[in-house]
């Protein structure tokens, strides 16, 4: 046993962690037992504040409860538990009061503290109890992130595991620097199964990644039921759709729901797009009077982009364009709805413009927040409206100027952000159109200072799109999102302050064996020591 703590220490050195990292621990037994657990600070997204404190190490054993009230906190705690249980072996019953004395992980609503708003947490750490407090249960299921991050790696293993259980001693103080962190999942281009995106779901939320992004309609198909225009689905997620014609399927309205309840139990917010007026061409396939001439265009499996437009002059665009808004907005509580608007190269700028006067005010009209890519920024009625710049520049006058009219900004550049960019020239999946994307480059940014003239106050996010062109299967996903993604929610949660390459890089690697434990594939840069 002696062996793997002394490696853990030499290992520790080695990747230069910070003072936090080498507790000044004094003596003999305890000081090797505290130096074997995982030092405060080691968490992705890195935490805002961190206290460790020496020799205060919870130990979780087959005695300890897991408290919480009755509603959304014993939630969180059956959760917890549920990550819990097949390493440990332990119970770990959720329970609403503590017996006296026992070893206690408490998660308690109320903390009152405003700086921890609706997302962050205060965790502690003391030989009796780790307690988790914050004002809403997203703040608890975050804390309960971080408290995972927390117990040695073979936590996540999914068979029972010999060993002991142990929390460094101290405190973090967490909060999210921006409120929205997000992920997107292309589904139009290759189908991916509802199992899937939970499973992404999962892993995503890990980093506090509070919403999901589903590209639901392209050139290459359709993804979602719609009720009032049944042929977009039946024909547009049929057999022979996305990419190669291998891609098909689509989400019936009840997997949507499904899903959107799965991602709330997770704090993760789903944003469904459907993207106009450009990459249309599976609409029009299934309904040839949404194109200017009538006529059914082919059906596409290539790759190309923006050369379909649905035809502006007409009224029959305007009413399967609000009934697609309208049924989609019925069935989506999350408060943003994407309409794409980008790449309408087929599309005149005039044209662009009358579509975006109509089509912007129709998401408000059913109750929700526009929102698209960066491109509706030309157009005065996104005043309103959130864009996501996905361009590779720095800068942009229509979006300096809409920010300046009120419009709020998500940070993608694809030259940082698109998970689907290959790492290197060597990488067999993904597309190098905005250049290759090692993890070093996707965290060395900042989404507050990226676009001139487009500062803290109007961005309200990152998002990091993953477009699947190339991509088939869950482990073509794993293996492009991480561990770039991780770097994006670091991006979107950490305060600019803890910012450090060296820092992010040995977290990351020290937390790649994680993924290997839950089977989840990932790329292994060369730029990070694995641990
Ligand atoms: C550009 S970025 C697109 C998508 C492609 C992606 C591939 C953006 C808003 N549009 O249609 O899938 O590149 O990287």
Redesign the pocket.
Known sequence: MARPVVSRMLLTAALGLSAVAAPAAASTASASAAAAEIPLARVIPAPAEVSPVAGAAFRLGPRTVIRARPGPAAAVGDQLARALRPSTGYPLPVVPAAPRGGPTISLLLGAGERRLGDEGYRLSVTPEAVTIRANRPAGLFAGTQTLLQLLPKEIDSPTPVRRTWSVAGGGIVDYPRFAYRGAML?EARHFHTPDEIRSYIDEISRFKINHLHLHLADDQGWRIQIDSWPRLTTVGGGPGTGVDGVGPGFLTKADYRDLVRYAAARYVTIVPEIDMPG?VNAAQVAYPELTCDGVAPPPRTDTA?GYSSLCISSETTYRFVEDVIRELAAMTPGRYLHIGG??AHATTEADYLTFQRRVLPLVAKYGKTAYG?NEIAKSSASAHAVAQY?NTGTTNPDLVAAVAAGTRVVMSP?NKA?L?MKYDPNTRLG?S?AGYIEVRTAYGWDPANHVTGVGEDAVIGVEAPL?S?TLRNLDDIEFMAFPRLPAIAELGWSPAATHDWASFSSRLGAYGPRWTLRGVDFYPSPQVTWG
């Open positions: 292309d990459h982009v980008d790449e890519w996905w694809a698109y689907d597309l159109w477009w062109e």
